[in-house]
């Protein structure tokens, strides 16, 4: 049955950041077969609302037309389109999203660690959000199959996950990510029909699990608001991801941030830090030769008066709110 690849946590499961070995096995015997798990319940409901705010403090200001303004922006850019009316964006890792029980959430790490090792690694950290309109995209792998000699590729051991977490509930209508199940074991080149896409609706709290070889492709948001998913992609500590990411920011974290973090988190954020301190240099190169020139460097674009209302809603003052915790 193909419905085994959606797998439950159980409300004291998800409370105690662990799967009970039965799920725990469940749930592995699902993703070696399809590639693929749906796991409900895995992020507390708080933790999904506080994440959804965050996103709207940090994007909530722009539009469609916002959004594709900046995506033309030459690179390196934090917000590129894929797909018409679908971008991803890199999001600052402040607030919520700088928190473990999000980066570092216990039950994901209990599920992923047996599958790319102890010592595996944060490789990007994104938002995908898919605008009213947009419609499907083409079936696609977010990497290929490491080696391309004929039958190599596909028996190998997954080298890296996407884990996607909707910060909204996400019915069929607003259009959640289709995955063709098994596909992970497929050769370099195969053909697809969308009747063998399967889907589920995503309830906020939920995550689904890709293995990086599984075709995949995000469906038409057929409804009236935005569909914003939060994607983390975690590998082994020798793979980085050079397809999606060339001359784009995967991460995003401060350094005060990483300084804060717990010793035995730190590994797995190594190429959050790194990312931060190649910010800093280029950065600090940019601001360099606009002094050179006698001019300012260029303002951030959207950004929040500190007096302004924060964009979240909450009704305080920026900087009481989402500008305090930044």
Request: charged share 20%; hydrophobic share 40%; net charge positive.
């Amino acid at each position: 049955m193909w419905m085994d690849w959606i797998v439950a946590a159980a409300p004291n499961e998800t409370a105690g950041g662990a799967l009970s070995p039965a799920a725990e096995s469940a749930a592995h015997a699902a993703f070696r077969e399809h590639g693929c798990i749906l796991l409900r319940g895995a992020f507390p409901a708080a933790t999904v609302e506080a994440m959804h705010r965050e996103y709207l403090a940090q994007l909530g200001m722009l539009d469609l037309p916002a959004m594709k303004e900046r995506a033309e922006r030459p690179p390196p850019n934090r917000l590129i389109g894929v797909g018409r009316a679908r971008y991803d964006i890199t999001l600052r890792m402040t607030g919520v999203f700088g928190t473990t029980g999000v980066f570092a959430n216990p039950l994901l790490m209990q599920f992923l660690r047996p599958l790319l090792g102890k010592d595996m690694r944060l490789n990007s950290f994104t938002v995908v959000v898919s605008h009213p309109g947009s419609p499907q995209q083409h079936a696609h792998r977010d990497n290929d199959h490491l080696f391309s000699e004929p039958g190599v590729g596909p028996g190998l051991p997954v080298y890296a996950v996407n884990v996607a977490v909707p910060l909204i509930d996400v019915d069929l209508q607003t259009g959640p990510t289709g995955v063709w199940l098994g596909s992970h074991r497929s050769g370099q080149v195969i053909s697809v029909q969308n009747q063998e896409m399967k889907a589920a609706a995503l309830r906020r709290g939920d995550c689904m699990l890709l293995d990086y070889r599984t075709l995949h492709a995000g469906m038409p948001n057929l409804g009236s608001q935005p569909r914003p998913i939060l994607y983390l992609v975690y590998a082994r500590r020798w793979f980085f991801d050079d397809v999606n990411y060339v001359n784009r920011l995967p991460l995003d974290m401060p350094l005060e941030r990483f300084d804060e973090l717990p010793q035995q988190v730190r590994p797995l954020m190594v190429r959050a830090y790194s990312c931060a301190l190649r910010s800093l240099m280029t950065e600090g190169a940019i601001n360099g030769r606009a002094a050179q020139r006698g001019a300012s460097p260029e303002a951030k674009p959207g950004k929040v008066g500190r007096n302004d209302a924060c964009p979240c809603g909450s009704g305080k003052k920026y900087k009481h709110c989402h500008g305090r915790m930044a």
